[in-house]
C-alpha cells in the first residue's frame, strides 16, 4: 500500500512540476531569443539609432552579434543568460539586468500582495455567501451577489484604476494615486489590480462551496455534529480550496498581466512601465530581459499553487488527480 | 414546488436575454455609428477639453472633437478586433484540441501538459512579446491575444471530446459502425458545443478587455485610428482637467464585458439545467394528496426499552409535499429493524430524519421522533431550530451512522485518523493519543489489519470494502445506542457484503447496538434484521418479522410483489417451503408501472395502479394502517385475516396463498 | 486451461436436455490475455480465458468487481485488443488486423447493451433515431425507416410514440429496453448484456429479465449475459461462467454450476448470496 512508502509520490509530484518549470522556461528562453530573430527590420539599425551611418550600424551588428549563425548566436544567447547577462539597452546603455533589479521588487510587491489579498477576501466572502445561500435561501442576497461580483469581474483593471484615481485620489485625495513613494501608495493599485479578480475568484469559491457542501463526507461530517467553525474550515475549506486552486490559479498567474498595465495607470516605477516604454521604443534587450523575468515570475506563481495544490489534496501527489 | 422551479429557470434565461440583447445592440451600432456619427466624430471644434454639456454630451477632447461621437464610433473597430482575436482563438484552438484528442494516448498526455503549461502564461506579456516582434499596432495585439486564447479552447475541446467520447453512447455508436464524419457530427458535436460556446463568449469579453487594456498602453490600436482603449487612455491623460472624457470609453467597455459575461453565464446556467434534470418531473401537476392515516386498531404498544420511537413522520418540502408520509415504528434495544422498498420510496428520508441530518430545505414533523435513554431525557429529533452543545454531543455518540457509498464519505482531503476521532476529540473531549488507541481497536474489530498505518493513510488508499468497514468502525467508536445504516452494501460485491453483514451482527452481539438497516435488496435485510419494514411512496405498507417475511408470511400485495419480482438462487425444487420468484413460464413477476412522484401521489393507495388485487375502495381511500400484533401492521383495504391473497398472475401463486393461509 | 467446447475441465459429459442437439458454435474466444498500462503500471487484466457461446445459448458470466468482465465484453465486441489469443465469431478471427470495412462488418455481428442505461443513449437524439441509425449507420434516419424502428420499439412493448422522443424522458428500465431494441435492430448474432439490470430497482429489474427471457425464446438468441448477481444469472443463463482475477475458474451449466459448485471461490460466491436464511 502506498501508507508504508510515503516517497514515491512526492517524487513522482516533484519530479512532474519540475519538468513542467523546465518545460516553460526553455520556451521563455526560446521565445526571448526569437524576437530578435522574429523582428522584421534591421535589429542593429534599431540599436544603432536613427542617424547612425552604414558604418556604424555594421559595427553594432557584429557588437551584437548579429553577423554570426542563429544557432551561435542562441548559445551566445543562453550562456550570457546562465551569467546573468542580459544584455544593455539599445537607448540608455544601461545594463538590463540592473534594470530588472531596479524594477523588479516593485512589480513583484504589488502582484504578491494583490494575491494575498484576492486570496484573503475572495475565498471567506464566498464561502460565506454559499453557507448563508445554501439550498436556495436568502436569494437575494444571492442574486445582489452574483449580479456585483459578476459586473465588478468585468471591469478590466485600467478601468477601475482611473475611477479610483478620479474618485479616492481627486476628488477625496485620501491617497495618492502615482508613483512608489510611500506605503499608502500601494493601495490604489492593490486595489485596482485585485478587485476584479476577486470578484471573479469569489464567484468561483461560491461555487464550489455548494458543491461540497452537497457532498456526501460532508454529509458525514454534519452527522459528527462539529461546531460551525470547525465543520466549515476542516471539512469545506481544504476541498474547496483544491478545486477554487485549481481554477484561480490562472487567474493568479495572469494577474502579472494586470499588473504590467496598472502600472500605467498609477505611474507605478515596476517592470511594466519600463516593458512598455522599451516596446515603444524598440529597445529589445530590455524587452527580452522583462518577458523573461515576467514569465519566470508566472511560472513561479503557477509552481507555488501546485505546491499548495499538492499539500491539500494527497491525491494530486500521487498522479490520482481530483480533476474539477 | 413551481413557485422556486421556475424562478430558477427563469434567471439563467432573462441573463442570456439581457446579455444578448446588450451584444446585439453593441453590434448593430458597429455597423450604423460610423456612417451616422462618423463626421461629427472627426470635426474639430473650437472648444477643447469641454465638460459634459447639452451639445456634447460627453465634452470634448483636446482637439475640441465630440467624444460622444467618437465613442461610438470607436464601437467598430473596438468589436472588430475583439471578434477576430476570439475568432482566431477559438477555431486555432479548436483544432489544436481536436488534433490533441485524435492523435495518440501519448501525444495526447503530452499535448495536454503542454497546453495546461501555455494556458497559464499571462495573455498580456504575451501579446508583449508579439507587440515586440511585430511593430506595437493592432495587428500584433489581435494576434497575440488569439493566440494566448487558443490554449483554453485546446484544452477545453480536448478534455470535452475525450469526455464525451469516452461515454457509452458514443461507444455503442462505433460498434454500430457508425462513420466518424456522422459520430462527429451527431453524437460529438451536439454534446460539446454548448459549453463551447460559452468558452466564446467568455473568451470574447477578455479579448475586448485585453485589447483595450493594450491599446491603453499604447501598444494596440495607434492615431489617427482609436478605439475605446485609446480613447480611455487619451481622457487619462486629461483626467485632473477634464474627468468626463474618460467616462464614454469606459462605460462602454464595461458594458460590453458585461453583456458577453452575461451571455456566457447564461448559457453555462442554461446548459447546466438541460443536461441535468430529466423531464420526468411536471411542474404544476400536483394533486392535493390525502395525508396518511393514523393508525387504527390496537395501539402500536412500544416497549420500555426502545431506543428510538417513530410516530407519525412526515418530511416535507418546502412546498408542503409530503415525501414521507405518516411512518410510525420503534426500534427496541439491540434490535435490527431493516427497511425495505423500491427507489424513492422515502427510506434514506426517514433514516435521515432520525439521525436529524435532513437534506437542506426539508423538514421533518412528527407526533413523536425521539431517541430514548434509560439514563437521559428522551431526545426530540424533530425538534425545529438550531441544536445547543450538549443536543449535539448526545446526537453525536448515541447515534451512529454508516452511508451508502464508502468512497464518497470519508474526506478525500483528510487522514483516516483524523476523520474517525473526530467525534470523541470533540464532544468527549479525550485525548488524541486515546481517541487514536480506541480507533485501532474498532478498527481491529472490523478486521482491518496493521490499524495503525490505516489510521494515517488517506481514504484513496483503502479499497472500498476497506472503507466502508472503517465506515462502521468510525460508527462504532462512541458505542451508540442506535446504528443507522443507509444502504452500506449496495456498493460492495457479493462476497465483501457478506462480510460487513457479519461485521454488522457481531456488533449487535458485542454492545447491543440497536439498528436502522435500510437496503432495495429483499435478501440482505431478511438475512441481517429482526423486523422488517416496507415502504412504498413514503408510506410504511407492511411491518413483519424477517421470519414470517422469509417463511412467506408477507400479506401486503406489494410485498409478495416485491418477492415475486426477486428473482432467487435456488431452483424450484430446492426452495421447498418457500417462496417462489418464478412462475412457470421462467418469467418473474415484474411489477408493471412506476411508483408515483411524491406530488402525484393519489388520494386512496398509492400501490393502487400497480395492484393485481385492487378493489374499488383502494382508489380514493387510503387504506387503514392495521396493527394486528405487536410490530406486526398492514396497511391496504384488503380483509386481511383468512383472505387468500393471489400474487400478481402465474400458477404458482396458489403456493403462497396456502403459506399465508396456514398462518393466518 | 483446455479448449473444450465448455471452456474448463467439466469432463462430465453434459447430461441437460438442452445439450443433446450440440447446437453449432458461434463465438470463442481462445486464451485471451489482455494487459493495460506500461512499464511498473502493466497490470494483467484477462489470463488467458477461454471461452465459447453456442448457438440459441445464454452464458452467464458472474465475477466480482474489477475480476475483468466488462473487459472480456470489450475483447468480444472488438473495443479491446487482447495481447494474446483471439475471438472466433463462427470460425472467423475477429482480433487479428484486417481492414477498416470487414472490421466494421464483424462488429456489427456482435452488439453489445452497455450497463448505464443514462450515458448509454445519446441525449441529444431522439430514440427513434438512435435505432435508425443502428439499422444503418451511414445513412438511417427515423422518416426512412419508421415501420423498422417501430417493430423494435414493439418488439420491447414500447409505444411507436416513443421513437420522437428524447431518452430523458424515459424511465431507466425502459432506457434499458431502448438499448436492447438498438441492439437486436442490428439483427446481431451474439448479443453480450453487461451487467444491465444492475442500475435497476427489482421491480424494473424483473421486467428487463422477462424481455430478455422472452426474447431468447422468440429469437433463438446467442448472448453473454454479464451480472455481479448470482441469482439472476441463473435467472436468464443455461450455462455459466465464474471469473477471478481475470481468470476463468469455473464454466458449466446453471443446475451444476450453482447445485455443485467444484471451486471453492464457487462456493464462498454461492454462499455469500443474501436471503439464503442466514448465511455468512
Ligand atoms: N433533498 C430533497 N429535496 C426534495 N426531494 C427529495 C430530497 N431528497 C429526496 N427527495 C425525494 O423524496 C423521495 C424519497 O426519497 P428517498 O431518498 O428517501 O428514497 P429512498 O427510498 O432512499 O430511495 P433509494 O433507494 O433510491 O435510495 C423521492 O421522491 C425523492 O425524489
Ligand atoms: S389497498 Fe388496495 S390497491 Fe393498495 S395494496 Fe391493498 S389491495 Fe392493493
Ligand atoms: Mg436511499
Redesign the interface.
Known amino acids: 500500500?502506498?501508507?508504508?512508502d510515503e516517497a514515491p509520490p512526492w517524487l513522482g509530484f516533484a519530479a512532474r512540476r519540475l519538468g513542467?518549470v523546465l518545460?516553460?522556461l526553455t520556451?521563455l528562453v526560446v521565445?526571448?531569443f526569437?524576437?530578435v530573430q522574429?523582428?522584421?527590420g534591421d535589429p542593429a539599425r534599431v540599436a544603432a539609432g536613427a542617424n547612425a551611418t552604414p558604418d556604424q550600424i555594421t559595427r553594432m551588428r557584429h557588437d551584437l552579434g548579429l553577423d554570426r549563425s542563429v544557432p551561435a548566436q542562441f548559445v551566445d544567447y543562453v550562456g550570457n543568460l546562465l551569467h546573468g547577462d542580459l544584455g544593455r539597452s539599445f537607448h540608455t546603455q544601461e545594463n538590463v539586468a540592473d534594470i530588472v533589479a531596479d524594477r523588479l521588487p516593485y512589480t513583484a510587491e504589488l502582484a504578491l500582495l494583490g494575491i494575498v489579498v484576492i486570496l484573503v477576501v475572495a475565498i471567506p466572502l464566498g464561502m460565506l455567501v454559499a453557507v448563508l445561500c445554501?439550498?436556495?435561501?436568502r436569494?437575494r442576497l444571492d442574486?445582489a451577489f452574483t449580479f456585483v461580483t459578476?459586473?465588478v469581474?468585468?471591469?478590466?483593471?485600467?478601468?477601475l484604476g482611473?475611477?479610483l484615481?478620479?474618485v479616492v485620489g481627486?476628488k477625496l485625495g485620501w491617497l495618492p494615486v502615482a508613483g512608489a513613494a510611500t506605503v499608502d501608495a500601494l493601495v490604489l493599485p492593490v486595489v485596482a489590480i485585485s478587485l476584479g479578480p476577486v470578484c471573479t475568484i469569489a464567484r468561483i469559491v461560491r461555487r464550489e462551496t455548494a458543491v461540497v457542501l452537497g457532498?456526501?463526507?460532508?454529509?458525514?461530517?454534519?452527522?459528527?455534529?462539529?461546531?460551525a467553525r470547525?465543520l466549515y474550515l476542516?471539512?469545506a475549506l481544504?476541498?474547496l480550496l483544491?478545486s477554487t486552486l485549481t481554477l484561480a490559479?490562472?487567474l493568479l498567474?495572469?494577474?502579472?498581466?494586470?499588473t504590467?498595465?496598472a502600472e500605467?495607470?498609477f505611474a507605478w516605477p515596476g517592470l511594466g512601465t519600463r516593458?512598455?516604454e522599451?516596446?515603444?521604443q524598440?529597445d529589445?534587450p530590455v524587452?527580452q530581459g522583462v518577458?523573461l523575468v515576467?514569465?519566470s515570475l508566472?511560472?513561479l506563481i503557477?509552481l507555488l499553487i501546485d505546491v499548495v495544490l499538492g499539500l491539500?489534496?494527497?491525491?494530486t501527489l500521487?498522479g490520482?488527480a481530483?480533476g474539477s | 414546488m413551481t413557485a422556486?422551479r421556475v424562478?430558477k429557470r427563469a434567471?439563467p434565461n432573462a441573463m442570456l436575454v439581457t446579455g444578448l440583447v446588450g451584444l446585439t445592440a453593441l453590434f448593430v451600432l458597429a455597423v450604423v455609428a460610423p456612417w451616422i456619427w462618423g463626421d461629427r466624430a472627426d470635426e474639430l471644434g473650437p472648444s477643447v477639453h469641454l465638460g459634459s454639456s447639452g451639445e456634447h454630451w460627453l465634452g470634448t477632447d483636446a482637439l475640441g472633437r465630440d467624444l460622444f461621437a467618437r465613442t461610438l464610433v470607436a464601437t467598430r473597430l473596438t468589436l472588430e478586433l475583439a471578434a477576430l482575436a476570439t475568432a482566431i482563438a477559438s477555431i486555432a484552438g479548436t483544432v489544436l484540441g481536436t488534433l490533441i484528442w485524435v492523435s495518440g494516448p501519448r501525444v495526447r498526455a503530452v499535448g495536454l501538459?503542454?497546453v495546461?503549461?501555455m494556458?497559464?502564461?499571462?495573455?498580456?506579456?504575451l501579446?508583449?512579446?508579439i507587440?515586440?516582434?511585430?511593430?506595437?499596432g493592432p495587428k500584433a495585439c489581435v494576434i497575440a491575444i488569439g493566440v494566448a486564447g487558443c490554449p483554453s479552447f485546446a484544452r477545453l475541446t480536448a478534455n470535452l471530446a475525450a469526455s464525451v467520447a469516452g461515454?457509452?453512447?458514443v461507444?455503442?455508436?462505433?460498434?454500430?459502425?457508425?462513420?466518424s464524419l456522422?459520430l462527429m457530427r451527431?453524437?460529438i458535436l451536439?454534446?460539446i458545443a454548448e459549453p463551447l460556446l460559452v468558452l466564446v463568449s467568455v473568451s470574447f469579453?477578455h479579448s475586448l478587455?485585453?485589447l483595450?487594456?493594450l491599446s491603453?498602453?499604447?501598444?494596440g490600436v495607434q492615431l489617427p485610428d482609436y478605439d475605446w482603449?485609446q480613447l480611455?487612455s487619451t481622457?487619462?491623460q486629461s483626467?485632473?482637467t477634464n474627468?468626463a472624457e474618460?467616462v464614454g470609453p469606459?462605460v462602454a467597455?464595461?458594458l460590453a464585458?458585461?453583456s458577453?459575461?452575461?451571455v456566457g453565464?447564461g448559457l453555462a446556467a442554461r446548459a447546466a439545467s438541460t443536461?441535468g434534470n430529466?423531464?420526468?418531473v411536471k411542474p404544476g401537476s400536483r394533486k392535493a394528496s390525502a395525508s396518511a392515516p393514523v393508525a387504527t386498531g390496537t395501539d402500536h404498544s412500544v416497549p420500555d426499552d426502545a431506543v428510538l420511537v417513530v410516530s407519525d413522520l412526515r418530511v416535507r418540502r418546502?412546498d408542503g409535499t409530503a415525501l414521507v408520509d405518516g411512518v410510525t415504528f420503534h426500534i427496541g434495544a439491540a434490535e435490527i429493524v431493516g427497511v425495505v422498498g423500491?427507489?424513492g420510496s422515502g427510506k434514506s428520508l426517514t433514516a435521515m430524519a432520525a439521525?436529524r441530518?435532513l437534506?437542506?430545505?426539508l423538514r421533518a414533523e412528527a407526533h413523536a421522533l425521539e431517541l430514548r435513554n434509560p439514563g437521559a431525557e428522551p431526545l426530540a429529533l424533530a425538534a425545529p431550530g438550531r441544536?445547543g452543545?450538549a443536543v449535539?454531543?448526545r446526537?453525536?455518540t448515541e447515534i451512529g451512522?454508516v452511508?451508502q457509498?464508502p468512497s464518497?464519505?470519508?474526506?478525500?482531503?483528510?487522514r483516516l485518523g483524523g476523520?474517525l476521532t473526530?467525534?470523541l476529540r470533540?464532544?468527549l473531549g479525550v485525548s488524541r493519543r486515546e481517541a487514536r488507541e480506541r480507533a485501532v481497536e474498532q478498527l481491529e474489530f472490523v478486521r482491518i489489519v496493521d490499524p495503525e498505518?490505516?489510521l494515517?493513510?488517506?481514504p484513496?488508499?483503502l479499497s472500498g470494502g476497506m472503507r466502508q468497514r472503517a465506515m462502521i468502525a468510525s460508527a462504532l467508536l462512541t458505542r451508540p445506542r442506535l446504528i443507522i445504516a443507509d444502504e452500506p452494501t449496495t456498493a460492495l460485491?457479493?462476497?465483501?457484503?457478506?462480510?460487513v453483514?457479519?461485521l454488522l451482527r457481531a456488533a449487535n452481539r458485542r454492545d447491543g447496538t440497536a439498528m436502522l438497516f435500510i437496503s432495495?435488496?429483499?435478501?440482505?435485510v431478511?438475512?441481517l434484521c429482526d423486523r422488517v419494514l416496507v415502504m412504498y411512496a413514503g408510506r410504511l405498507v407492511e411491518e413483519l418479522t424477517a421470519a414470517e417475511l422469509?417463511d412467506g408470511h408477507a400479506r401486503h400485495p406489494y410485498t409478495k410483489?416485491?418477492l415475486a419480482?426477486?428473482?432467487?438462487?435456488?431452483?424450484d425444487g430446492e426452495a421447498d417451503g418457500k417462496l417462489d420468484?418464478?412462475t412457470g413460464d421462467?418469467?418473474?413477476?415484474?411489477?408493471?408501472g412506476?411508483p408515483p412522484q411524491p406530488d402525484e401521489r393519489p388520494a386512496g393507495c398509492a400501490f393502487a395502479d400497480r395492484c393485481a388485487a385492487v378493489l374499488p375502495v383502494c382508489r380514493d381511500t387510503p387504506p387503514p394502517v392495521r396493527v394486528l400484533a405487536p410490530g406486526r401492521t398492514v396497511a391496504c383495504h384488503l380483509p386481511e385475516t383468512g383472505a387468500p391473497v393471489p400474487v400478481q398472475a402465474g400458477p404458482k401463486a396458489g403456493r403462497h396463498d396456502a403459506a399465508v393461509e396456514a398462518v393466518g | 486451461m483446455n479448449t473444450t467446447p465448455t471452456g474448463t475441465a467439466r469432463s462430465a459429459p453434459e447430461r441437460n436436455a438442452v445439450e443433446t442437439a450440440e447446437p453449432a458454435e458461434v463465438l470463442r474466444a481462445e486464451g485471451v490475455t489482455v494487459a493495460f498500462g506500461r512499464g511498473a503500471r502493466r497490470k494483467t487484466v484477462l489470463h488467458g480465458v477461454d471461452l465459447s457461446l453456442r448457438q440459441g445459448h445464454t452464458v452467464g458470466l458472474v465475477g466480482?468487481?474489477g475480476s475483468g468482465k466488462s473487459t472480456l465484453a470489450k475483447v468480444i465486441?472488438?473495443?479491446v485488443r487482447p495481447v494474446s489469443g483471439h475471438v472466433a465469431l463462427d470460425g472467423e478471427d475477429v482480433t487479428g488486423p484486417r481492414g477498416r470495412a470487414a472490421t466494421?462488418?464483424l462488429?456489427?455481428r456482435?452488439?453489445?447493451v452497455?450497463?448505464?442505461p443514462y450515458?448509454?443513449?445519446?441525449?441529444?437524439?431522439t430514440v427513434g433515431e438512435a435505432i435508425a441509425?443502428?439499422i444503418d449507420?451511414?445513412r438511417g434516419g427515423l422518416a426512412r425507416h419508421r415501420a423498422a424502428v417501430e417493430a423494435r420499439l414493439a418488439q420491447v412493448a414500447l409505444d411507436p410514440e416513443a421513437a420522437d422522443r428524447?431518452p430523458?424522458?424515459f424511465?431507466g428500465g425502459q432506457r434499458q429496453r431502448i438499448?436492447i431494441a438498438?441492439a437486436l435492430a442490428?439483427e446481431p448474432e451474439v448479443v453480450i448484456a453487461d451487467e444491465v439490470t444492475s442500475a435497476l430497482?427489482?421491480?424494473?429489474?424483473?421486467?428487463v429479465?422477462?424481455l430478455l427471457?422472452?426474447l431468447r425464446r422468440s429469437l433463438s438468441l446467442t448472448m453473454l449475459f454479464i451480472s455481479?448477481?448470482?441469482?439472476?444469472v441463473?435467472?436468464v443463463s443455461d450455462e455459466v461462467a465464474v471469473l477471478r482475477h481475470g481468470r476463468l475458474v469455473e464454466h458449466g451449466p446453471c443446475?451444476e454450476v450453482?447445485?455443485a459448485p467444484r471451486e471453492p471461490y464457487t462456493k464462498?460466491?454461492?454462499?455469500?448470496?443474501?436471503?439464503?436464511?442466514?448465511?455468512?
Open positions: 500500500m502506498a501508507v508504508l513542467g518545460l516553460v520556451a521565445i526571448t526569437a524576437i522574429l523582428m522584421p445554501q439550498n436556495g435561501r436569494r442574486g459578476g459586473f469581474g468585468s471591469t478590466p483593471e485600467y478601468v482611473t475611477l484615481v478620479y481627486i457532498q456526501d463526507y460532508f454529509r458525514t461530517a454534519r452527522g459528527r455534529r462539529l461546531p470547525r476542516r471539512h481544504p476541498n483544491t490559479g490562472l498567474a495572469g494577474l502579472l498581466g494586470g504590467v498595465i500605467s495607470v516593458v512598455v522599451a516596446i515603444t524598440r529589445l524587452v518577458v515576467l514569465g508566472a511560472c503557477n491539500l489534496d494527497p491525491r500521487s490520482k481530483a | 422556486t424562478r434567471r501538459r503542454v495546461d503549461v494556458i497559464s502564461y499571462p495573455a498580456v506579456i501579446a508583449l512579446t507587440a515586440a516582434i511585430l511593430d506595437p461515454r457509452d453512447f461507444a455503442t455508436a462505433r460498434l454500430l459502425g457508425v462513420p456522422r451527431r453524437h451536439p454534446n469579453a478587455m485585453a483595450s487594456g491603453f498602453l499604447g501598444l482603449g480611455l481622457g487619462l483626467l485632473y474627468p474618460a469606459a467597455i464595461v464585458g458585461l458577453a459575461g452575461f453565464d443536461s430529466s423531464a420526468a418546502p423500491e427507489s439521525a441530518l437534506p437542506g430545505g441544536d452543545a449535539r454531543r446526537l453525536a451512522i452511508y457509498d464518497a464519505s470519508f474526506n478525500p482531503a483528510l476523520q473526530e467525534t470533540v464532544h498505518a490505516r494515517r493513510a488517506y484513496h488508499e460485491d457479493v462476497t465483501v457484503q457478506a462480510e453483514l457479519a432495495h435488496d429483499i435478501g440482505v431478511t438475512d422469509r410483489a416485491l419480482a426477486t428473482p432467487r438462487l435456488e431452483p420468484a418464478e421462467g418469467l418473474l413477476a415484474a411489477i408493471p412506476r | 466480482e468487481s465486441v472488438g473495443l466494421l462488418a462488429r456489427r456482435v452488439q453489445l452497455p450497463q448505464d450515458a448509454s443513449l445519446n441525449p441529444r437524439m441509425e443502428a449507420p451511414r428524447y430523458a424522458q424511465s438499448a438498438r442490428v430497482d427489482s421491480s424494473v429489474q424483473a421486467e429479465l422477462n427471457t422472452g455481479h448477481d448470482l441469482a439472476v441463473r435467472h443446475a450453482f447445485g464462498v460466491l454461492l454462499a455469500s448470496v443474501p436471503g439464503r436464511g442466514g448465511s455468512a
